[in-house]
């Protein structure tokens, strides 16, 4: 049970590349998310999708798209990266629904956009 | 090396002591809390949890309070030790919302 993996750990882009980054979790929960973490900011959510099939915006969801692929798998793409979006990524997952209940992380990915 | 946590508020203790970090949450509605820690270079952790409908609840050596007429919310480790330096961050949630996080509080612990 490895529970939420997320890759690649680190990537380096240049401003306008594109890319996407990858969440799966073993546990078999219905809900994942994205975050981003900036110093000073905490965690500010990305987009989460609820339940297989439906994905919805979170607090800064401008510059990103996300696909649920299937119930383990949920990725995050950025079209065309600017240096605002350097940051650290990082995945979460929850047994169901938006129900008050531990939210599980993954490792993080590191992006910094030259 | 690791840049979140810049800019953090920072709580040292001795190693030994009681910490209090402390949080004040921004929606009097949200009745769902949870304190995470986050080590360098890892992702957020779960600590402990706690209801509206409750005004305490105790884990291994931690403590959470909910005060909810000033939305505080505070974690208490009890005996401090060098593996709890880390980033604390707490959350909040409204049943059916995501949970939103706060800043965080950078603890270090003096050996």
């Known amino acids: 049970n490895a529970g939420v993996t997320q890759t690649p750990k680190f990537q380096v882009l240049k401003t306008g590349q594109s890319m996407t980054l990858q969440c799966a979790q073993d546990m078999n929960h219905n809900s994942m998310y994205w975050y981003r973490q900036d110093p000073g900011m905490g965690l500010r959510l990305i987009y989460y999708s609820a339940s297989e099939g439906t994905t919805d915006k979170g607090e800064v969801p401008n510059g990103y798209n996300v696909s649920r692929l299937n119930k383990r798998e949920f990725s995050l793409r950025l079209e065309s990266a600017a240096p605002s979006q350097t940051s650290v990524y990082f995945c979460a997952s929850i047994r169901q629904g938006l129900a008050q209940d531990t939210q599980y992380f993954g490792p993080g990915t590191r992006l910094t956009v030259l | 090396g690791e840049s979140v946590g810049l800019h953090l508020p920072t709580l040292s203790v001795q190693e030994g002591d009681n910490s209090i970090i402390n949080c004040a949450y921004s929606?009097?509605?949200?009745?769902?809390f949870i304190w995470y820690k986050q080590e360098s270079g890892k992702g957020p952790q779960f600590i402990i949890d706690?209801?509206?409908?409750?005004d305490k609840r105790q884990g291994q050596r931690v403590t959470v309070l909910l005060n909810k007429t000033v939305k505080h919310l505070s974690l208490q480790i009890a005996a401090t030790q060098p593996g709890d330096s880390a980033v604390y961050f707490c959350a909040e949630a409204l049943s059916g919302t995501p949970l939103v996080f706060g800043k965080g509080t950078r603890l270090s612990v003096i050996a």
């Open positions: 929606n009097s509605a949200s009745d769902y």
């Open positions: 706690i209801r509206s409908n409750m």
